[in-house]
């Protein structure tokens, strides 16, 4: 299996690790801090001992490092690997944001008001469709940015502990109701910075898709 460096430390951004097996363009190892695409997340771009890694994905227990070309590469060889991390500290701020954005949009707009699927995000936004059974109050909508960003600028803790002592990692804001989520995200709030918050194209009936951006 490959150890998931990413939930030990999300702020690990170069490890070494040993080659477990090679297909063609893709390499697994026994240890990572590459983080899978999944759970409408992109997966994580950047090198391995200098050869471009152009995604990152899961395979049961292992994760498949998506190299731009073969590789020469040998079984049980050490690489070193690092990741764009100015790719994945904009998705940590967003993903963070998102978690907030969740908890301010159930004040603002009642408690049926959640999350209808994954959801998409990358280093540009994150984008959430929510159920809506009514139409969205424009005004509300601003009010939710603005609540956010004053949360974001009260500096409060983000912790994560595991679940049991089971794979299952929970997070808490202080102030809100821990969750489970297994991404990756910043110490504080602060660190997220301005957001943006707008109304993207209508998802479907009942539904409302929220963008999250940073401004900064
Ligand atoms: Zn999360």
Known sequence: MTKELFRIDPYMKYFDAKVLQIEKNIVVLDQTCFFPQGGGQVGDIGNLSGIKVVNS????????????????????????????????????????????????????????????????????????????????????????????????????????????????????????????CGGTHVKNTKEIGKINIKRGSKPGRGRERIEISLSE
């Open 57 to 180: 994905l899961k395979e049961g227990d292992l994760i498949q490092h998506i190299l731009e070309s073969e590789s020469n590469f040998t079984l049980n060889q050490i690489v070193h690997g690092q990741i764009d991390w100015d790719r994945r500290y904009k998705i940590m701020r967003l993903h963070s944001a998102a978690h907030l954005v969740y908890y301010v949009m159930q004040e603002v707009f009642g408690s049926s008001c959640k999350p209808s699927s994954s959801g998409l995000l990358d280093d540009k936004k994150d984008r959430s469709d929510y159920l809506f059974n009514e139409p969205l109050d424009r005004q509300k909508l601003i009010a939710v940015e603005e609540k956010v960003n004053k949360l974001i600028l009260d500096s409060l803790p983000i912790s994560h502990e595991k679940f049991n002592n089971e794979d299952r990692i929970t997070w808490r804001i202080s102030l809100f109701a821990p969750m489970e």
